[in-house]
T-cell receptor, first 112, second 107 residues
Framework: NAGVTQTPKFRILKIGQSMTLQCAQD?????MYWYRQDPGMGLKLIYY???????DKGEVPNGYNVSRSTTEDFPLRLELAAPSQTSVYFC???????????FGQGTRLTVV | RKEVEQDPGPFNVPEGATVAFNCTYS??????FFWYRQDCRKEPKLLMS???SGNEDGRFTAQLNRASQYISLLIRDSKLSDSATYLC????????FGAGTRLTVKP
């Protein structure tokens, strides 16, 4: 079973470049989340979505954008990469929000 | 004040020890509560949900005190395999994580 799939697993970006982190789930979950995790720290919520066409900001949305055109996909866009965005990015999904969330394996992003 | 705060740790305990982690949350309207476990460089995985009546799963016991806005996790008879970071999670329209408490169980 695929679950939550994130691509790419690793990426090095130069300052000012743009990229999209992909996240797809095949469990028909309504809720999807994007988090970043800096070394030795907890997960900080970037954006979340409660269903197709609906997105909302989390704790640290600046420098990121999202869209949710389908139930399955929730891409995260970095427009102008900065060194402060060097982090591990996790995507997660859950059926109803207040139940278990399933995570992808993460994308390790370095901005140089 | 952070929405979810945890004991900073780290906790270093011998095998067989009992260890307790604490977590407080700031939003009294929070609806659901969880403990997740994260191994080094891996994604978090659900350890257990936390219910008002308290709940137990083998060596793990979780408690919730809504009046004090406090969640706890007790691990009895620690095993080497319990070494990980334990994350307190609170849901209220979105899902917020504490900073995590690192546990190392030593032989």
């Amino acid at each position: 079973n695929a679950g939550v799939t994130q691509t790419p697993k690793f990426r090095i970006l130069k300052i000012g470049q743009s990229m999209t982190l992909q996240c797809a789930q095949d469990m028909n979950h309504n809720y999807m989340y994007w988090y970043r995790q800096d070394p030795g720290m907890g997960l900080k919520l970037i954006y979340y979505s409660v269903g197709a066409g609906i997105t909302d900001k989390g704790e640290v949305p600046n420098g990121y954008n999202v869209s949710r055109s389908t139930t399955e996909d929730f891409p995260l866009r970095l427009e102008l990469a900065a060194p402060s965005q060097t982090s591990v990015y996790f995507c997660a999904s859950s059926p109803t929000g207040n139940t278990e969330a399933f995570f992808g394996q993460g994308t390790r992003l370095t901005v140089v | 004040r952070k929405e979810v705060e945890q004991d900073p740790g780290p906790f270093n305990v011998p095998e067989g020890a009992t260890v307790a982690f604490n977590c407080t949350y700031s939003n009294s309207a929070s609806q659901s509560f969880f403990w997740y476990r994260q191994d080094c460089r891996k994604e978090p995985k659900l350890l257990m949900s936390v219910y008002s009546s308290g709940n137990e799963d083998g060596r793990f016991t979780a408690q919730l005190n809504r009046a004090s806005q406090y969640i706890s996790l007790l691990i009895r008879d620690s095993k080497l395999s319990d070494s990980a970071t334990y994350l307190c999670v609170v849901f209220n329209n979105d899902m917020r994580f504490g900073a995590g408490t690192r546990l190392t169980v030593k032989p």
